[in-house]
């Protein structure tokens, strides 16, 4: 698995360096107010720069909160799990120990000798 996500990282990598070396370059906007990115080939994107910084920060925002979340919710999914687990151990024990305190009273021992 670690070995998948080097490889992964290293892609990334890869990709944004051409991207970036790609567009080094400032190349003059068609339209005024907009800057002008360069995809592949000869395909070129007029963005309007808050957009574009907007989308950057999202890019790296969105997969980290994901992340996040799915981490939060495995580990409510096994602390919940944990704690039936307990509750299910300490309501044995209580039915099979009657002297164990907080024992339903129909367990506990009576004083009554016969």
Known sequence: MQMLRTIF???????LALFTKANWEAAAPIIPGRVAV???GDAVMEARLPIL?????????????????A????????????????????TQQR?????MPG??????PSSEQP
């Open 95 to 99: 039915a099979t120990d009657p002297a």
């Open 53 to 69: 910084i907007l989308f950057a920060f999202l890019l790296g925002l969105v997969p980290t909160w994901a992340w996040g979340s």
């Open 38 to 40: 360069k995809l592949w």
């Open 71 to 90: 981490v939060k919710w495995r580990l409510r999914r096994r602390l919940a799990s944990a704690e039936r687990a307990l509750e299910s151990i300490t």
């Open 9 to 15: 990282w290293v892609v990334v990598a890869v990709a």
């Open 103 to 108: 024992a339903p009273a129909s367990l506990a």
